[in-house]
């Protein structure tokens, strides 16, 4: 990799950060950490804060904007020296701010996916509770219907995932992220990608990063003379 390169993706629930963001390490070669893996993990752990966290997760409200910078923030700390991509953090100005006084961003994605398709991927949605692995039937599908790929253990429904819960979700999201959007906007890093399916969007992003994360060597050649 030319040089270090460090990325966030944003977008509402559902939106496809996850499906993305394992496309952009696999190609890219990305260190990849998400925010809400790092809950459940924390969650799983038991301990006294995960307890805490999950009274949040479990409603699909925000954690508390201290709680994420102290679970994120000493991580990006240990990667100093590496390239890594962001999913599902920042998600407020509060954090992004905090994550701004420790590095600068080269680039943020944002997902703008109409609401109607997130609410039929989320109602299509099952989980394996103890790992968080998210299958989609038709999408993303379970080798064998019900049962988690790994471990064989039934997979679960959120009710977050209904219909009026969704929206409400939605809504909030849009107006926290605002703020966020505007920082990251005038920062001249944003670059923001519509559509109704990841398979269409992705190449977008493919061949966005390909020209930043890996610049041609022949990159000078290519200049008009
Ligand atoms: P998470 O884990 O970050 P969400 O709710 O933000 O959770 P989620 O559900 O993980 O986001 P995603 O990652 O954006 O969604 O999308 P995904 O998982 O890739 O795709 C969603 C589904 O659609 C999957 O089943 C996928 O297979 C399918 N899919 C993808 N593309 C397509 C397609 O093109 N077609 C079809 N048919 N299907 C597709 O955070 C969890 C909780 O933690 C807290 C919050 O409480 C949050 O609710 N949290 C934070 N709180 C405060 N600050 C933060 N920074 C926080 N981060 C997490
Ligand atoms: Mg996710």
Redesign the pocket.
């Known amino acids: 990799m030319a040089k270090l390169f460090r990325a966030a993706i944003m ?11 394992k496309r952009i390490a696999e190609s890219f070669g990305l260190q990849y950490l ?4 790092y ?2 993990e924390s969650i799983a752990a038991n301990t006294e804060a995960g307890v805490m966290v999950k009274t ?2 479990e ?7 201290h709680v ?1 910078t102290g679970l ?1 923030l000493p991580r990006l700390e240990q990667l100093i020296g590496h390239s890594w991509l962001l ?6 100005l509060t ?1 992004a701010q905090a994550l701004n006084n420790l590095c600068q961003l080269d680039l943020v994605i944002s ?1 703008n996916i109409p609401y109607e ?1 997130l609410r ?3 109602s ?3 989980i394996h509770p103890a790992s ?1 692995r ?3 039937m ?3 599908h379970p080798r064998v219907q019900g049962k988690d790929d790994i471990t064989g253990e039934p997979l679960i429904q959120h009710d ?1 995932d209904k219909p009026e819960a969704l929206m409400a ?1 939605l809504r909030h ?1 849009k107006d926290v992220a605002k703020p966020v959007i505007d920082l990251y906007k005038s920062q001249g890093i944003l670059h923001s990608f519509s559509g ?5 969007i992705w190449p977008y992003i493919n061949t966005l990063l390909s020209k930043i994360v890996m610049p041609p060597t022949n990159a000078r050649q290519t200049q008009t003379p």
């Open positions: 977008g509402p629930p559902g939106s496809g950060k996850g499906t993305i963001s998400s925010s809400g893996h809950l459940r949040y997760v409603r699909s409200m925000m954690v508390p904007d994420m994120m999913d599902g953090f920042p998600r407020t954090q997902l398709t039929e991927r989320l299509d949605r099952w968080g998210v299958y989609n038709g999408f993303n977050d979700r999201y109704t399916e990841t398979d269409r």
